[in-house]
């Protein structure tokens, strides 16, 4: 089991920053690749960014391109998704999870934690 807390959330004003943490206990956070997914009030999970076990590869979101930047401390068990420039349409709960493998689709993750609220006023 790999247990995730992830922290950070809050409210911004739009054209603002966030950073996002992400804590990862269990079993060894170096053998997982890790993803950032979000949900929008009534709509469905979506991908944002995911990395790779060891940092070397990584992956976003159009939506999210050259805004958004994922990153791993395997040291520290954590994952960070540091976020700019942020839109009105970037608030939604977000979401860490763990994957055995480096993927973009939601139900290839296994472990997810409980969510963090973003929301960004115009």
């Known amino acids: 089991q790999v247990q995730l807390v992830e922290s950070g959330g809050g409210l911004v004003q739009a054209g603002g920053s966030l950073r996002l943490s992400c804590a990862a206990s269990g079993r060894t956070f170096s053998n997982y690749a890790m993803g950032w997914f979000r949900q929008a009030p009534g709509k469905g999970r979506e991908f944002v960014s995911a990395?790779?076990?060891?940092?070397?590869?990584?992956y976003y979101a159009d939506s999210v391109k050259g805004r958004f930047t994922i990153s791993r401390d395997n040291a520290k068990n954590t994952v960070y998704l540091q976020m700019n420039s942020l839109k009105p349409e970037d608030t939604a709960v977000y979401y860490c999870?763990?994957?055995?493998?480096?993927?973009?689709?939601?139900?290839?993750?296994?472990?997810w934690g409980q969510g963090t609220q973003v929301t960004v006023s115009s």
């Open positions: 990395i790779n076990w060891s940092g070397g590869r990584t």
């Open positions: 999870a763990a994957s055995r493998w480096t993927t973009i689709k939601t139900d290839e993750y296994n472990y």
